[in-house]
């Protein structure tokens, strides 16, 4: 585990203390990390540019290649990415007012879902980072109506999981939703191509197999090959990292 952890730090620590990334960001980086791993340790993670160039810029074997990275979603993800997303900003809220505290905090929200507005925002992240910290230390309080339960343990770092009920009930992916997420992302390529970036290849990452209810499950039956404009494309499960090339 050491190992692979000091491997993993070789491969995104540069653009990590290069940018001051966002937790969204900093999350594709390690997935693009994860990914480089598992083909070739030999891929570099080059810079991680704005667009219209592609989400990073990697070096393989010489050539300076625009890697394009995306994930799968099914229709119901607006309600499980406004909860994700909301947790993503208490973690960063944690971090800032309790700096010396790692924590890997469980949150369970009541009927998977929280609808509230954007301007409550703020106050309600500071309140979930406050949460947490009361938690680790066995404060007694009241959980607000649209948690249900939260659970803390020691970690390396800090991380809020969204502990969704039904995380199970994932959809298996098909081919044609598949080929319809790359013919989407070929619309791109123009636009690559109109940057400053030298570029001699593209490549397309789609990630799938998170431990929630709105991505997709690999279909072992199921043929994923086809063509595409892209140079390569890689079909990549985020939380087993099973690869799988499609092009």
Known sequence: MK???LKME???NPILKKYNLKQKEILEVCQIGKFVLKIDEEIKIIDKPQPPDPDFIIDFKGKSIG?????????????????????????YQF??????????????I?????????KDKPTITREIADFVQWTRLGVQFKLPEFISRIETTDHTQVSF??????????????????????????????????????????????????????TYKLNESENYEMDS????????????ADVIRVK
Do not use: C
Request: proline share 2%; aromatic share 12%.
């Open 10 to 12: 070789s491969v995104i």
């Open 67 to 91: 890697l394009e990275h995306t994930r799968l979603f099914s229709k119901d993800a607006a309600r499980y990415l406004k909860i994700e997303t909301l947790l993503r900003d208490a973690e």
């Open 229 to 240: 404009l892209y140079d390569r494309v890689y079909l990549m499960t985020d939380y087993d």
């Open 3 to 5: 190992k692979e952890k």
């Open 161 to 214: 999981w969204f502990d969704e009920k039904k995380w199970q009930e994932s959809e298996y992916l098909t081919r044609e939703r598949l080929e319809n997420e790359i013919r989407k992302k070929e619309r791109r390529i123009e636009e690559y191509k109109k940057s400053k970036q030298i570029l001699s290849e593209y490549w397309l990452v789609l990630m799938i197999g998170s431990n929630n209810s709105v």
């Open 110 to 118: 009541k009927d998977d879902k929280f609808d509230y507005k954007p």
């Open 95 to 108: 971090e800032k007012k309790y700096p010396e505290n790692n924590v890997l905090a469980s949150i369970s």
